[in-house]
């Protein structure tokens, strides 16, 4: 606040609304003369998210009085994590596509602990730069591929399904054991006798 006049200022009040608050000042009473200033601070505390205004007020003894100043804020979540959506293009089956990155950030003023990062689906983290913890105002990356297990998976079923289905000659192939008793001592002469 700054007294632009040539008569002495004297401020008389100073309010504040919205989700603004006064930390401190050296306004509240005090007698400006001209050219002289005094100075608010003003916090921020968010109750809801997106774009949020307030109202600064100073009463005093100018014709001009009050005078307002309009604070504005947006309110965010405490951690964001970039873009909420992505779409994969078409993938091969058993094949990975490119990776695509997130971004987690940190909207905090303190340190964000307990940082656990998983995919659901046919999706898997390639590479990060996010550990456990992310500093105050800080940013770390996820990039996460996509692969088509579950057509894959799906697949082997079915060629299972269809071998079990084969003729029972082909599905032992390889594989047969024929157990035939063996010839007993004396049984060829016993034959030529015959």
Not at 48 to 76: E, H
Not at 89 to 118: D, E, H, M, P, Y
Request: aromatic share 4%; with cysteine; glycine share 8%.
């Amino acid at each position: 606040m700054k007294n632009s006049g040539t008569a002495l200022l004297t401020i008389s009040g100073i309010t504040i609304n919205g989700n603004f608050g006064v930390s401190a000042n050296t306004c509240a009473g005090a007698a400006l003369t001209m050219n002289q200033k005094c100075q608010v601070s003003v916090t921020f505390t968010p109750t809801a998210l997106g774009k949020q205004t307030g109202t600064l007020s100073f009463t005093d003894n100018a014709a001009n009085s009050p005078q307002t100043v309009a604070p504005t804020g947006t309110g965010v979540e405490p951690a964001t994590l970039t873009p909420a959506s992505a779409t994969y293009a078409q993938q091969a089956v058993g094949t990975s596509s490119a990776a695509k990155t997130f971004t987690l950030t940190n909207n905090q003023t303190t340190t964000l602990t307990g940082i656990a990062i998983k995919t659901t689906g046919n999706f898997a983290v390639s590479a990060k730069t996010c550990t456990t913890s992310l500093a105050a105002k800080a940013k770390c990356t996820i990039s996460v591929t996509h692969a088509d297990r579950n057509r894959l998976e799906e697949g082997a079923i079915e060629r299972e399904r269809q071998r079990q289905q084969q003729p029972s000659g082909l599905k032992s192939h390889g594989h047969g054991q024929v157990n035939q008793p063996l010839p007993q001592p004396g049984w060829e002469k016993e034959k030529k006798k015959a």
